[in-house]
């Protein structure tokens, strides 16, 4: 059963940094690029940020460019985001998921919340 | 970027009778690879989201035959042929055709 593993969210003050962490299982990871997407309180859906599958190539919406990074370890199995001088409107739940090819994304984590605040 | 708009904004529906979502693109979604990268997901409550169609049409594994997704450059539809209790939920089109990839607002499904 394919499944991705979430950690890593919670409460930081503005200014602040927190690393997010997915971690994949029942299938081959290096094969598949992969995404980020938020949520902020009652409110949509927003892309953050995306990965291709060897790491190479990496795609940021531009609220998030410059302070928060999409990376993965393959022999881990497992996708971070690293995020940088957050702000108040960074507080949401952060999903990450899994491209099946054709930016067709499933399946999603759980989602980990984070939260943004002094 | 591509602004996503959907409508309508909620959707009261009698279980057993169909429900319609419209999705427009502010720019046509066709790829210079000659595809079209609209997909819909339904987002239960307290849940992630879920995808159900992609490539505009295209029934992601396991998911119902009732729901069914059309159109074609900057008009896009999906139906359900006859909403299920477990339909309830927030529906979101995406578009994947340019960076940044962008939703729409989403679609409120709910039982009369």
């Known amino acids: 059963e394919v499944q991705l593993l979430q950690s890593g969210g919670g409460l930081v003050q503005p200014g602040g940094s927190l690393r997010l962490s997915c971690a994949a299982s029942?299938?081959?990871?290096?094969?598949?690029?992969m995404t980020w997407v938020r949520q902020a309180p009652g409110k949509g859906l927003e892309w953050v940020s995306g990965?291709?599958?060897?790491?190479?190539?990496?795609y940021y919406a531009d609220s998030v460019k410059g302070r928060l990074t999409i990376s993965r370890d393959n022999s881990k199995n497992t996708l971070f985001l690293q995020m940088n001088s957050l702000r108040a409107d960074d507080t949401a739940v952060y999903y990450c998921?899994?491209?099946?090819?054709?930016?067709?994304?499933?399946?999603w984590g759980q989602g980990t919340l984070v939260t943004v605040s002094s | 970027d591509i602004v996503m708009t959907q409508t309508p904004l909620s959707s009261p529906v009698t279980l057993g009778q169909p429900a319609s979502i419209s999705c427009r693109s502010s720019?046509?979604?066709?790829?210079?690879?000659?595809?079209?990268?609209l997909s819909w997901l339904h987002q239960r409550p307290g849940q992630p989201p879920r995808l159900l169609i992609y490539?505009?049409?295209n029934r992601f594994s396991g998911v119902p035959d009732r729901f069914s997704g059309s159109g074609a450059g900057t008009d896009f539809t999906l139906k359900i042929s006859r909403v299920e209790a477990e339909d309830v939920g927030v529906y979101y089109c995406?578009?994947?055709?340019?960076?940044?990839?962008?939703f729409g607002g989403g679609t409120k499904v709910e039982i009369k």
């Open positions: 029942g299938f081959t990871f290096s094969n598949y690029a």
């Open positions: 990965i291709s599958g060897d790491g190479g190539r990496t």
């Open positions: 995406m578009q994947a055709t340019q960076f940044p990839l962008t």
């Open positions: 720019q046509s979604l066709v790829h210079t690879d000659g595809n079209t990268y």
């Open positions: 998921a899994k491209d099946q090819g054709y930016y067709d994304f499933d399946p």
């Open positions: 490539k505009i049409s």
